[in-house]
């Protein structure tokens, strides 16, 4: 920890020690050294249960078998391209494999190495599209940190405030609803005026946030009024697509069908990868062979990224996971409902993206230290640390789930 602290950015640091004065509890991090399917092993030696899939990323599990092979056998051949300029093989076969994902005919995708930067590609894309700067967003989410993505990011304000005076003033954040009679209120709170706004950006689910599901219907509102005002409607799937909320891409199975779809996370099976996909019509407005590419980036569809993402789009495939993401979660739920959790008020859930909204405001700190030194993962979500979001590799048993709740009951009892 001294290494750590002399070494990384102080606000890691500084945030640790107010957890632990916060919470009266040690919030020194474990130094993870190994992980495989939902094990995490730590510096010492201690093996964890993983819920919280290194961020949603190990959705197919930690260091699957498909993906570290594909990776192995990419690195024995080629590990960096010339991009856009010459790209390598594998990252045509990563774009055909996506638009062939994607809800739409024809599709046209770019590649990025985080999910911010897929953001900022989607951005872009709708200010191409439209030559309308203006952008709708919600209070409460999050689609990354960089500028662009930080400027739609209503999460938090202390995120902002320090940067406010570069982030523009072409957002508008809308209110986001969490029950059916906030839907109406949701929806007025929208812009009056859309004659200056390009795009309007979603997630399907809230993850961040603490796992705020909107009432359905909702987004396919959200549809109809950006089709109404001729506006690009970007959905950010970073967190909710690829299986883990029980479909391929939430918001189609919200009956939306979106302009542009943002991807990352889970993507990559651990590698960094990150897309922006977009209706070929919208994606079309890029188009001008004759000048230079005005958004790349050096590693943008590297091999070892494009591989693994190759290989993790087949395991989602080949074992049937987006189902199974819906069958576990459903049962996972059912778990923790006959478990009557003390301090909990609401369990909200959609496929294996689970939050446990509990009674008191940053109770979600010591909950989650509390069950790190029983050996499970878990992360603290909500602007008020609130929630404990469960997002589990989808491979993780119904047995080991057991032993989490009892554990996390054992936890609500004692925990402060
Ligand atoms: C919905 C959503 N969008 C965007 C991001 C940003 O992704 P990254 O941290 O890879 O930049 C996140 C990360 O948590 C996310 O949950």
């Not at 700067?133 to 940190?145: D, K, M, Q, R, W």
């Not at 859309?194 to 950006?201: K, N, Y």
């Not at 109809?224 to 883990?244: M, N, P, S, Y």
Request: glycine share 10%; proline share 5%; aromatic share 6%.
């Amino acid at each position: 920890m001294e290494r750590l602290a002399a070494s990384e950015c102080p606000a890691l640091t500084t945030r640790r020690k107010r957890r632990a004065e916060r919470t009266g509890a040690n919030h020194d991090p474990i130094v993870w050294v190994e992980a495989q399917g939902t094990n995490v092993v730590d510096a010492d030696g201690n093996r964890y249960v993983d819920l919280t899939s290194g961020f949603g990323v190990a959705f197919i599990g930690h260091r699957h078998p498909a993906v570290v092979e594909a990776v192995k056998e990419q690195a024995d051949a080629l590990l960096h391209a010339l991009g856009d300029l010459y790209p390598s093989s594998v990252k045509i076969e990563l774009l055909e494999k996506l638009c062939a994902l994607s809800p739409w005919p024809e599709a046209r995708a770019m590649l990025s190495l985080s999910g911010a930067e897929a953001v900022t590609a989607a951005l872009k894309t709708a200010v191409m599209a439209t030559g309308r700067p203006g952008v709708v967003a919600f209070e409460g989410s999050y689609h990354g940190l960089l500028y662009g993505p930080l400027a739609v990011s209503g999460f938090a304000e202390r995120f902002r405030a320090p940067f406010d005076r570069q982030l523009g003033s072409h957002v508008h954040f809308a209110q986001w609803p969490n029950t059916d009679d906030a839907v109406d209120r949701a929806l007025r709170s929208l812009p009056d005026d859309w004659s200056e706004v390009g795009a309007l950006i979603v997630e399907p689910i809230q993850g961040r946030a603490g796992v705020r599901v909107p009432p359905r219907g909702f987004l396919k509102e959200l549809g109809k009024t950006c089709k109404q005002h001729g506006v690009v409607l970007i959905v950010d799937e970073i967190f909710t697509g690829l299986g883990r909320c029980g479909a391929w891409w939430r918001s189609v199975r919200d009956e939306v069908t979106p302009d542009v779809i943002c991807v990352g996370k889970a993507l990559g099976g651990g590698l960094p990868v990150s897309a922006c996909i977009a209706r070929e019509e919208v994606m079309r407005a890029w188009g001008d062979p004759d000048r230079e590419a005005i958004h790349t980036g050096t590693f943008y569809g590297d091999p070892l990224g494009a591989a693994a993402a190759l290989a993790t789009l087949g395991v989602i495939e080949k074992e049937g996971l987006v189902a199974l993401s819906e069958t576990r979660g459903a049962a996972f739920v059912e778990t923790l409902q006959r478990a009557s959790l003390r301090g909990v008020s609401e369990i909200r859930h959609a496929g294996t993206m689970l939050g446990l909204q509990l009674e008191r405001e940053l109770r979600a700190l010591s909950v989650t230290r509390a069950l790190l030194d029983r050996g499970y993962l878990v992360l603290p979500a909500g602007k008020r640390a609130d929630v404990i979001q469960l997002v589990p590799p989808v491979t993780l048993s119904q047995a080991r789930f057991d032993g989490f709740v009892d554990a996390l009951d054992e936890v609500l009892e004692t925990a402060p």
